[in-house]
T-cell receptor
Framework: AQSVTQPDIHITVSEGASLELRCNYS??????LFWYVQSPGQGLQLLLK??????LVQGIKGFEAEFKRSQSSFNLRKPSVHWSDAAEYFC???????????FGTGTRLQVFP | EAGVVQSPRYKIIEKKQPVAFWCNPI?????LYWYRQNLGQGPELLIR????????DSQLPKDRFSAERLKGVDSTLKIQPAELGDSAVYLC??????????????FGPGTRLTVL
């Protein structure tokens, strides 16, 4: 069965520090992978996506993610976090085996000045 | 370009009452999704429409939930009667037609339902 695991429920970083949010997936075929961000009271906004090709993908707001097939991971990174990055981050998997996205439980990011 | 529009943004009702949520997708997006997001969880798909047709409603609790998408544009999700456990955020999303673009979903702001 398809699933997504985000092992970190809550992460706190200082502004300007680097960030890595973990995502592991289970999918029976070539996965399509996504990271979404949700600010309080808002819907989800797509940060970046991976379908194929270069395993390092660039997204909006300075985020990037790396697909590692051998580790079934798609971790999200940012070299320097801004206070406005405080939000909930969701990893999701989909693909040709299913027409829907499976979301992880999310990681809440808190940023201290 | 206007995004996905949902109304109302907030709704408080007593249990056993009916409630309805409305969604207007991005123009040209033929696929529409309704998700439920419980507190501290990721969104879970309730129903997916391709134009007017509900192509995946396997997770929709059909005893109390219903949905429609007349003319393949706007959609309404209804709960009747509501139960305490239905308190959640109901998200609508849409995606454009064709290939890989169809996997990229655009979300509305959601409707936060509280059942007392």
């Amino acid at each position: 069965a398809q699933s997504v695991t985000q092992p970190d429920i809550h992460i706190t970083v200082s502004e300007g520090a680097s960030l890595e949010l973990r995502c592991n997936y289970s999918y029976g075929a070539t996965p399509y992978l996504f990271w979404y961000v949700q600010s309080p009271g808002q819907g989800l906004q797509l940060l970046l996506k991976y379908f194929s090709g270069d395993t390092l993908v660039q997204g909006i707001k300075g985020f990037e993610a790396e697909f590692k097939r051998s580790q079934s991971s798609f971790n999200l990174r940012k070299p320097s976090v801004h206070w406005s990055d405080a939000a909930e981050y969701f990893c999701a998997v989909g693909g040709r085996n299913t027409d829907k996205l499976i979301f992880g439980t999310g990681t809440r990011l808190q940023v201290f000045p | 370009e206007a995004g996905v529009v949902q109304s109302p943004r907030y709704k408080i009702i007593e249990k056993k009452q009916p409630v309805a949520f409305w969604c207007n997708p991005i123009s040209g997006h033929n696929t529409l999704y309704w998700y439920r997001q419980n507190l501290g969880q990721g969104p879970e798909l309730l129903i997916r429409y391709e134009n007017e047709e509900a192509v995946d409603d396997s997770q929709l609790p059909k005893d109390r939930f219903s949905a429609e998408r007349l003319k393949g544009v706007d959609s309404t999700l209804k709960i009747q009667p509501a139960e305490l456990g239905d308190s959640a955020v109901y998200l609508c999303a849409s995606s454009p037609p064709g290939g890989l673009a169809g996997f990229e979903q655009f979300f509305g702001p959601g409707t936060r339902l509280t059942v007392l």
